[in-house]
T-cell receptor, first 113, second 114 residues
Framework: DAGITQSPRHKVTETGTPVTLRCHQTENHRYMYWYRQDPGHGLRLIHYSYGVKDTDKGEVSDGYSVSRSKTEDFLLTLESATSSQTSVYFC????????????FGAGTRLSVL | ELKVEQNPLFLSMQEGKNYTIYCNYSTTSDRLYWYRQDPGKSLESLFVLLSNGAVKQEGRLMASLDTKARLSTLHITAAVHDLSATYFCAVDRDSGGGADGLTFGKGTHLIIQP
């Protein structure tokens, strides 16, 4: 998985609790992304980062925040988890906008009860 | 709103047959990506098509891009069971090629039966 580690791989939590997912890369790639995958929706972009402390919203950012204090780590936080945030979350990285091939982590399966 | 539409969304075919998956998109981007996903696994990059008329081939898979028609195809030749997977096409959210991430189609779930 191109030097990308997502943690945890699986998590079950309760509605209203905060949750943080971590994406760690060893490739020193500049660009990092969080997507969620739901049946019938493909993958949808939540947030992305184009450098340390530089982040922006994607198409489904409500209820999520991110932080990137180091090149290698990109954190996704659900401030107060809801059942609609039950999903599989994928982190992706890219090193070049010339081709912009994105390499994906193994995913985190999150269930909000 | 940027749209990426794949069809069919589900395809069951026999080994040895040929078939084509279609990907239509609404952006003016010159780049298109194809990914493969096995059940319960991550996404694997298959092809990056970088300009109009681009054609890429890997084994029994061939992808092409027509930017004027805003259409990409993924052609499967003489299908084998190992090609069973879900295939996604995607385009840049920023048609100018920025860092804004990708917009994906909903995926084509392909089952190849003996």
């Amino acid at each position: 998985d191109a030097g990308i580690t997502q943690s945890p791989r699986h998590k079950v939590t309760e509605t209203g609790t905060p949750v943080t997912l971590r994406c760690h890369q060893t490739e020193n790639h500049r660009y990092m992304y969080w997507y969620r995958q739901d049946p019938g929706h493909g993958l949808r972009l939540i947030h992305y980062s184009y450098g340390v402390k530089d982040t922006d919203k994607g198409e489904v950012s409500d209820g999520y925040s991110v932080s990137r204090s180091k090149t290698e780590d990109f954190l996704l936080t659900l401030e107060s988890a809801t059942s609609s945030q039950t999903s599989v979350y994928f982190c992706a990285i890219s090193d070049s906008l010339t081709k912009n091939i994105q390499y994906f982590g193994a995913g985190t399966r999150l269930s909000v009860l | 709103e940027l749209k990426v539409e794949q069809n069919p969304l589900f395809l069951s075919m026999q080994e040895g047959k040929n078939y084509t998956i279609y990907c239509n998109y609404s952006t003016t981007s010159d780049r298109l990506y194809w990914y493969r996903q096995d059940p319960g696994k991550s996404l694997e990059s298959l092809f990056v098509l970088l300009s109009n008329g681009a054609v890429k081939q890997e084994g029994r898979l061939m992808a092409s891009l027509d930017t004027k028609a805003r259409l990409s195809t993924l052609h499967i030749t003489a299908a084998v069971h190992d090609l069973s997977a879900t295939y996604f096409c995607a385009v840049d959210r920023d048609s100018g090629g920025g860092a804004d991430g990708l917009t994906f189609g909903k995926g084509t779930h392909l089952i190849i039966q003996p």
